[in-house]
């Protein structure tokens, strides 16, 4: 099972209830209103259990976390070692 | 400076529709004798108290101080003095005991421990954050626990089954706060009048069937710039009136701001109010000199808060027809 394949359907049974009715990969979470704040919380849980890494706060940006392809791009850098995004703007 | 932008508002008028509403709301449409308040020694319930006196009178509205062990002491103090100025009486009940028998403390520590092992009960103090701020990041909105150990703090992102119990443990506070207020309500044949403004209502930060729970919310319609400027042609103490907006819900304090809105009322008001009024991103920036990704990330934010937040404002839901209308018969008997 590739990543992209356990990501995907781990948004389409949790936060589409299992009816992704042509919902893309890139189709922005936030966009279409099926991730909140606690949605966010549950898919670091997903990611972190099932790829076993931590992921900082710094890195949790839409540009990470806000679709499918974002995710994988991420994960995949996450998991080979590359540098991820990051949130570079101080508070 | 900042909340003039599209600003019609006129608190004159307001507060005249406002009474003759809740007159005619309380008296004829609920035909009920007055009312009760729930006053917390903020700005919100303060005006709605205000309100509530000229529209019913002071004979047929009493004011209710729910405090708890952690609430600040200044609460209760501010909620004397605005029910001495308003000359209705208020019934001061702590809420302790009752949230001790419900295990909201005991079930609340239990996930601050299992985040915190070394976090002290009834010694250390805490609160929740929202870790985002649309005006200078992009971050996507999370919740994180802040543990206060003497003068240290210490932060981490709550994970999702600790944050989940800490919310349903805390809201039992406003529930059974919601529970007294309607047993003084009943016990008089009186109504219970909600405090949210607008931006709570709208955003969802209020609790169901907890401060969401009442018969009637004259100032939800209202911004909380809005709510300030009523304030300054009603009996308000000026305490209040200068008090920071608090939760008063964790062991430590926390500003509204701090814990979910996270920009200042002023800011906030202006942004939405000018988008309400169809204002242009790039309008709305050059009046506020902030960049077009600042107003856009805020705007976003907003529309988030709302959407998620949607199922807090719907009452029980009966089963349809599929056309959206009830499949049960009129509920009216002809």
């Given at each position: 099972?590739?990543?992209?394949?356990?990501?995907?359907?781990?948004?389409?049974?949790?936060?589409?209830?299992?009816?992704?009715?042509?919902?893309?990969?890139?189709?922005?979470?936030?966009?279409?209103?099926?991730?909140?704040?606690?949605?966010?919380?549950?898919?670091?849980?997903?990611?972190?259990?099932?790829?076993?890494?931590?992921?900082?706060?710094?890195?949790?940006?839409?540009?990470?976390?806000?679709?499918?392809?974002?995710?994988?791009?991420?994960?995949?850098?996450?998991?080979?070692?590359?540098?991820?995004?990051?949130?570079?703007?101080?508070? | 400076?900042?909340?003039?932008?599209?600003?019609?508002?006129?608190?004159?008028?307001?507060?005249?529709?406002?009474?003759?509403?809740?007159?005619?709301?309380?008296?004829?449409?609920?035909?009920?004798?007055?009312?009760?308040?729930?006053?917390?020694?903020?700005?919100?319930?303060?005006?709605?108290?205000?309100?509530?006196?000229?529209?019913?009178?002071?004979?047929?509205?009493?004011?209710?101080?729910?405090?708890?062990?952690?609430?600040?002491?200044?609460?209760?103090?501010?909620?004397?003095?605005?029910?001495?100025?308003?000359?209705?009486?208020?019934?001061?009940?702590?809420?302790?005991?009752?949230?001790?028998?419900?295990?909201?403390?005991?079930?609340?520590?239990?996930?601050?421990?299992?985040?915190?092992?070394?976090?002290?009960?009834?010694?250390?103090?805490?609160?929740?954050?929202?870790?985002?701020?649309?005006?200078?990041?992009?971050?996507?909105?999370?919740?994180?626990?802040?543990?206060?150990?003497?003068?240290?703090?210490?932060?981490?992102?709550?994970?999702?089954?600790?944050?989940?119990?800490?919310?349903?443990?805390?809201?039992?506070?406003?529930?059974?706060?919601?529970?007294?207020?309607?047993?003084?309500?009943?016990?008089?044949?009186?109504?219970?009048?909600?405090?949210?403004?607008?931006?709570?209502?709208?955003?969802?930060?209020?609790?169901?069937?907890?401060?969401?729970?009442?018969?009637?919310?004259?100032?939800?319609?209202?911004?909380?710039?809005?709510?300030?400027?009523?304030?300054?042609?009603?009996?308000?103490?000026?305490?209040?009136?200068?008090?920071?907006?608090?939760?008063?819900?964790?062991?430590?304090?926390?500003?509204?701001?701090?814990?979910?809105?996270?920009?200042?009322?002023?800011?906030?008001?202006?942004?939405?109010?000018?988008?309400?009024?169809?204002?242009?991103?790039?309008?709305?920036?050059?009046?506020?000199?902030?960049?077009?990704?600042?107003?856009?990330?805020?705007?976003?934010?907003?529309?988030?808060?709302?959407r998620s937040t949607e199922y807090l404002r719907l009452p029980p839901l009966g089963h349809t027809d599929g056309n959206g209308k009830s499949a049960r018969r009129s509920e009216r008997i002809n």
């Amino acid at each position: 099972m590739t990543i992209r394949s356990r990501v995907r359907d781990f948004v389409v049974e949790n936060f589409l209830y299992g009816e992704d009715n042509g919902f893309k990969d890139r189709d922005s979470f936030r966009e279409l209103g099926i991730i909140d704040s606690t949605g966010i919380l549950e898919l670091i849980s997903f990611l972190e259990q099932t790829f076993n890494i931590a992921i900082e706060d710094a890195e949790v940006i839409p540009e990470n976390l806000d679709c499918i392809d974002n995710i994988v791009d991420f994960l995949t850098s996450k998991l080979s070692g590359a540098k991820s995004k990051k949130l570079e703007i101080a508070l | 400076m900042v909340a003039k932008i599209g600003n019609v508002f006129d608190a004159k008028v307001e507060k005249q529709k406002l009474v003759e509403w809740i007159r005619n709301t309380v008296f004829k449409t609920l035909k009920k004798r007055g009312a009760v308040v729930g006053v917390s020694g903020g700005i919100d319930s303060a005006v709605v108290a205000a309100l509530a006196v000229e529209a019913l009178g002071k004979n047929r509205l009493l004011a209710l101080a729910l405090p708890e062990k952690e609430s600040s002491p200044e609460s209760l103090e501010l909620a004397h003095e605005l029910v001495t100025g308003l000359g209705v009486p208020l019934i001061v009940e702590d809420i302790t005991a009752g949230l001790e028998g419900m295990g909201a403390y005991r079930r609340r520590d239990e996930a601050v421990k299992a985040v915190f092992p070394a976090y002290r009960v009834n010694h250390d103090r805490f609160k929740i954050v929202l870790q985002s701020n649309p005006l200078s990041n992009n971050w996507l909105n999370l919740f994180k626990l802040t543990l206060i150990q003497g003068k240290e703090e210490q932060s981490l992102r709550l994970p999702l089954n600790e944050y989940l119990q800490i919310v349903a443990a805390s809201n039992m506070k406003q529930r059974l706060r919601m529970v007294t207020l309607y047993y003084h309500a009943e016990r008089k044949n009186y109504a219970v009048v909600g405090t949210g403004n607008k931006n709570e209502h709208c955003l969802g930060f209020f609790v169901k069937y907890g401060d969401g729970g009442t018969d009637l919310k004259p100032i939800a319609h209202l911004y909380k710039t809005e709510v300030y400027e009523l304030a300054k042609i009603l009996p308000i103490p000026t305490s209040i009136q200068q008090r920071q907006p608090t939760t008063d819900t964790y062991p430590a304090e926390v500003s509204q701001e701090e814990f979910f809105f996270r920009l200042p009322f002023s800011m906030m008001d202006a942004i939405w109010r000018a988008n309400e009024n169809g204002e242009s991103v790039h309008s709305i920036a050059n009046q506020l000199h902030l960049d077009e990704i600042q107003v856009k990330r805020i705007i976003d934010d907003l529309k988030q808060k709302q959407r998620s937040t949607e199922y807090l404002r719907l009452p029980p839901l009966g089963h349809t027809d599929g056309n959206g209308k009830s499949a049960r018969r009129s509920e009216r008997i002809n």
